[in-house]
């Protein structure tokens, strides 16, 4: 099993729908978890991160996290052709352990709103 | 202009050649990362600094070599022993305590002639 999956994409959803980004983890103990954005070509943005179970919002970002399935997700709301990119969730190391400060990225998932 | 500042944004190697990445920032922050991202793949972490004169290897780390003698400068070099250079090198920092976000640099892609 990998660290960091995310589920595959690519995924295609019309302008104005939901997009729900997936990723799932297999240290128990990270404390930290993040999403970026990764334009074609350019460098990944920082959109969110979540520590606690729940959600936290952020406009039309939503991330939710579920500790003990150990499971992480984004929702895009009102999604736009602008958001169109690859999405990578990001996971830090439990603390205390030799990881702790480091980030495992998952593989990303291509995301495509259409007009 | 503060910042995460990488250069070359292009650089060729040529075979059985060393060539440095540089990273300068001015964001003050403690702790500096390179990644690198193969095509359609995650980022894979190859050496990170917590702090000046200290750092640490990632998970593929064999090929390349860093220092870190000041705060604002983290340079990558990849050495000849790193047989498949050709990747997007991304440079990233972090400030405050480890479950801080990480925030990248333009990058700098690197290929072999």
């Known amino acids: 099993q990998k660290e960091v999956e995310q589920n595959s994409g690519p995924l295609s959803v019309p302008e104005g729908a939901i997009a729900s980004l997936n990723c799932t983890y297999s240290d128990r103990g990270s404390q930290s978890f993040f999403w970026y954005r990764q334009y074609s070509g350019k460098s990944p943005e920082l959109i969110m991160f979540i520590y606690s179970n729940g959600d936290k919002e952020d406009g039309r970002f939503t991330a939710q996290l579920n500790k003990a399935s150990q499971y992480v997700s984004l929702l895009i709301r009102d999604s736009q052709p602008s958001d169109s990119a690859t999405y990578l969730c990001?996971?830090?190391?439990?603390?205390?352990?030799?990881?702790?400060?480091?980030?495992?990225f998952g593989q990303g998932t291509i995301l495509t709103v259409h007009p | 202009d503060g910042g995460i500042t990488q250069s070359p944004k292009y650089l060729f190697r040529k075979e059985g050649q060393n060539v440095t990445l540089s990273c300068e920032q001015n964001?003050?922050?403690?702790?500096m990362y390179w990644y690198r991202q193969d095509p359609g793949q995650g980022l894979r972490l190859i050496y990170y600094?917590?702090?000046?004169?200290?750092?640490q290897k990632g998970d593929i780390a064999e090929g390349y070599s860093v220092s870190r003698e000041k705060k604002e400068s983290f340079p990558l070099t990849v050495t000849s022993a790193q047989k498949n250079p050709t990747a997007f090198y991304l440079c990233a920092t972090r400030t405050g305590n480890s479950n801080q976000p990480q925030h990248f640099g333009d990058g700098t892609r690197l290929s072999i002639l």
């Open positions: 990001a996971v830090n190391g439990r603390a205390g352990g030799t990881s702790y400060g480091k980030l495992t």
């Open positions: 964001l003050n922050h403690d702790a």
């Open positions: 600094s917590q702090i000046v004169n200290d750092f």
